[in-house]
Protein backbone atom coordinates (compact mmCIF):
# COMPACT_ATOMS: atom_id res chain seq x y z
CA UNK A 1 0.00 0.00 0.00
CA UNK A 2 1.60 3.21 -0.84
CA UNK A 3 0.01 6.48 0.10
CA UNK A 4 0.82 10.11 -1.25
CA UNK A 5 -0.88 13.28 0.07
CA UNK A 6 -0.08 15.68 -2.07
CA UNK A 7 0.18 15.98 -5.84
CA UNK A 8 2.75 18.50 -7.23
CA UNK A 9 0.30 20.89 -8.64
CA UNK A 10 -1.96 21.08 -5.24
CA UNK A 11 -4.55 20.50 -7.27
CA UNK A 12 -5.91 16.73 -8.07
CA UNK A 13 -8.04 15.87 -11.56
CA UNK A 14 -11.58 15.64 -10.76
CA UNK A 15 -13.19 12.43 -12.49
CA UNK A 16 -16.82 13.08 -13.67
CA UNK A 17 -18.35 10.54 -11.31
CA UNK A 18 -16.76 13.20 -8.36
CA UNK A 19 -20.01 15.41 -9.36
CA UNK A 20 -21.83 13.41 -7.69
CA UNK A 21 -20.85 14.30 -4.69
CA UNK A 22 -20.73 17.59 -4.77
CA UNK A 23 -24.89 17.12 -4.90
CA UNK A 24 -24.54 15.03 -2.06
CA UNK A 25 -22.48 16.85 0.07
CA UNK A 26 -24.56 19.91 -0.78
CA UNK A 27 -27.45 18.03 -0.18
CA UNK A 28 -26.28 16.52 2.90
CA UNK A 29 -24.80 19.89 4.30
CA UNK A 30 -28.06 22.03 3.19
CA UNK A 31 -30.21 19.44 5.22
CA UNK A 32 -28.00 18.83 8.27
CA UNK A 33 -27.90 22.20 9.00
CA UNK A 34 -31.07 23.86 10.16
CA UNK A 35 -31.90 20.41 11.89
CA UNK A 36 -28.61 20.79 14.04
CA UNK A 37 -28.98 24.53 14.98
CA UNK A 38 -32.72 23.35 15.92
CA UNK A 39 -31.23 20.80 18.07
CA UNK A 40 -28.68 23.40 19.41
CA UNK A 41 -31.63 25.96 20.23
CA UNK A 42 -34.15 23.41 21.81
CA UNK A 43 -32.28 20.37 23.07
CA UNK A 44 -35.43 18.30 23.90
CA UNK A 45 -35.71 17.61 20.19
CA UNK A 46 -39.57 18.68 20.79
CA UNK A 47 -39.14 22.25 17.66
CA UNK A 48 -38.66 18.90 15.15
CA UNK A 49 -41.11 16.46 16.46
CA UNK A 50 -38.35 13.79 17.62
CA UNK A 51 -39.30 12.19 20.80
CA UNK A 52 -37.20 13.44 23.85
CA UNK A 53 -37.37 10.05 25.39
CA UNK A 54 -35.55 8.64 22.23
CA UNK A 55 -32.45 10.39 23.52
CA UNK A 56 -32.59 10.39 27.41
CA UNK A 57 -31.33 6.70 27.78
CA UNK A 58 -28.79 7.15 25.46
CA UNK A 59 -25.07 8.26 26.73
CA UNK A 60 -26.18 12.03 25.18
CA UNK A 61 -28.67 12.54 27.39
CA UNK A 62 -30.00 15.50 25.22
CA UNK A 63 -29.59 16.61 21.24
CA UNK A 64 -27.13 19.02 22.32
CA UNK A 65 -24.04 17.02 21.22
CA UNK A 66 -25.93 15.53 18.32
CA UNK A 67 -27.14 18.82 17.07
CA UNK A 68 -23.66 20.37 17.74
CA UNK A 69 -21.91 17.04 15.64
CA UNK A 70 -24.84 17.66 12.87
CA UNK A 71 -24.17 21.55 12.34
CA UNK A 72 -19.95 21.05 12.22
CA UNK A 73 -19.71 18.22 10.44
CA UNK A 74 -22.85 17.05 7.98
CA UNK A 75 -23.62 20.73 7.90
CA UNK A 76 -20.71 23.31 7.60
CA UNK A 77 -17.89 20.57 6.59
CA UNK A 78 -19.93 19.18 4.10
CA UNK A 79 -20.54 22.39 2.31
CA UNK A 80 -17.08 22.66 2.94
CA UNK A 81 -16.11 20.28 1.23
CA UNK A 82 -18.11 20.64 -1.93
CA UNK A 83 -16.12 23.97 -2.34
CA UNK A 84 -12.58 22.17 -1.79
CA UNK A 85 -14.27 19.49 -4.52
CA UNK A 86 -14.94 22.19 -7.58
CA UNK A 87 -11.79 23.97 -6.78
CA UNK A 88 -9.75 20.37 -6.85
CA UNK A 89 -8.26 20.97 -3.89
CA UNK A 90 -5.54 18.33 -3.17
CA UNK A 91 -7.12 17.51 0.18
CA UNK A 92 -10.61 17.06 -1.28
CA UNK A 93 -10.41 13.40 -2.00
CA UNK A 94 -9.11 12.88 1.53
CA UNK A 95 -11.85 14.78 3.29
CA UNK A 96 -14.29 12.99 1.04
CA UNK A 97 -13.38 9.51 2.64
CA UNK A 98 -12.96 11.12 6.25
CA UNK A 99 -16.89 12.87 5.76
CA UNK A 100 -18.14 9.53 4.44
CA UNK A 101 -17.12 7.47 7.42
CA UNK A 102 -18.05 9.86 9.63
CA UNK A 103 -21.49 9.61 8.59
CA UNK A 104 -21.57 6.08 8.55
CA UNK A 105 -20.23 6.04 12.17
CA UNK A 106 -22.76 8.85 12.65
CA UNK A 107 -25.58 6.49 11.26
CA UNK A 108 -24.55 3.80 13.08
CA UNK A 109 -24.24 5.20 16.48
CA UNK A 110 -28.03 6.53 15.66
CA UNK A 111 -29.27 2.94 14.64
CA UNK A 112 -27.81 1.24 18.01
CA UNK A 113 -28.70 4.05 20.45
CA UNK A 114 -32.04 5.49 18.85
CA UNK A 115 -35.04 2.86 19.69
CA UNK A 116 -36.43 3.33 15.82
CA UNK A 117 -35.28 5.20 12.59
CA UNK A 118 -36.43 7.28 9.93
CA UNK A 119 -36.26 6.99 6.40
CA UNK A 120 -33.92 9.62 6.63
CA UNK A 121 -31.37 7.41 8.59
CA UNK A 122 -31.16 4.84 5.96
CA UNK A 123 -30.67 7.66 2.61
CA UNK A 124 -27.94 9.29 4.88
CA UNK A 125 -26.79 5.65 5.49
CA UNK A 126 -26.33 5.50 1.80
CA UNK A 127 -24.84 8.85 1.46
CA UNK A 128 -21.57 8.31 3.87
CA UNK A 129 -21.15 4.68 1.82
CA UNK A 130 -21.57 6.14 -1.61
CA UNK A 131 -19.02 9.39 -0.66
CA UNK A 132 -16.86 6.66 0.64
CA UNK A 133 -17.01 4.52 -2.42
CA UNK A 134 -16.37 7.27 -4.35
CA UNK A 135 -13.42 8.97 -2.41
CA UNK A 136 -11.42 5.17 -3.00
CA UNK A 137 -11.87 5.31 -5.88
CA UNK A 138 -11.49 8.93 -6.38
CA UNK A 139 -8.07 8.57 -4.72
CA UNK A 140 -7.18 5.68 -6.44
CA UNK A 141 -7.29 6.93 -9.60
CA UNK A 142 -5.13 10.40 -8.65
CA UNK A 143 -2.21 7.96 -7.73
CA UNK A 144 -2.97 9.72 -4.07
CA UNK A 145 -3.78 5.86 -2.63
CA UNK A 146 -2.47 2.70 -3.79
CA UNK A 147 -4.04 -0.60 -2.36
CA UNK A 148 -4.19 -2.72 -5.29
Do not use: K
Not at 55 to 83: C, H, K, Q, R
Amino acid sequence: MEVRFVSRSGRVERPTFIWIAVVLEIFTGVLALPVGWSFIQDPTGQALGVPQGWIEATPFGSYLIPGLYLLAMNGAAMLALAVLTVRRHWFAPWLTGTLGVGMIVWIAVEIVTLPETMILTWVFLAIGLALGFMALFWLRRTGQLRLW
